[in-house]
C-alpha cells in the first residue's frame, strides 16, 4: 500500500522561503506524477504544481516563478521550494501521487504572518 508524508511547512514571514518534503513509500515512485496542492481555509483545494515521470513541471499561475517542484527518484521523495512567499500561499500543502492509484497525505500547514 503506498503511502505519502509532507513535512516542511511551518510558519514564515512574508518574502520568506521554505521547503517542502513529500516521502513516498509501498510504490514504484518513479512511474508516478507527483503533485503539490494546497487548500486554504474556505478554499478548495487547487494544485499548486506537478511533475511527471519524466521530470516535466506544471505550475499554478499564481506560483510561477517563485515556486519550483523537483524530485529525487533514488530517495523517493518529491520537494517544494517556495520562494517570495506571500499571505495568499498560507495554507495546508497536500503531496498527491497518481499513476494507477492515487495517494494523498495527511498535509502541512504554511503560515504566512510578520
Known amino acids: 500500500q503506498g503511502q505519502v508524508l509532507e513535512s516542511g511547512g511551518g510558519l514564515v514571514q512574508p518574502g520568506g522561503s521554505l521547503r517542502l518534503s513529500c516521502a513516498a513509500s509501498?510504490?514504484?515512485?518513479?512511474?508516478?506524477?507527483m503533485s503539490w496542492y494546497r487548500q486554504a481555509p474556505g478554499k478548495e483545494r487547487e494544485l499548486v504544481a506537478y511533475i511527471d515521470s519524466a521530470g516535466i513541471t506544471k505550475y499554478a499561475d499564481s506560483v510561477k516563478g517563485r515556486f519550483t517542484i523537483s524530485r529525487d527518484n533514488a530517495k523517493m521523495e518529491v520537494y517544494l521550494q517556495m520562494n517570495s512567499i506571500k499571505r495568499e500561499d498560507g495554507a495546508v500543502y497536500y503531496c498527491?501521487?497518481?499513476?494507477?492509484?492515487?495517494?494523498w497525505g495527511q498535509g502541512t500547514q504554511v503560515t504566512v504572518s510578520s
Open positions: 498527491n501521487a497518481r499513476w494507477n492509484n492515487s495517494y
Open positions: 509501498g510504490m514504484t515512485f518513479s512511474l508516478y506524477l
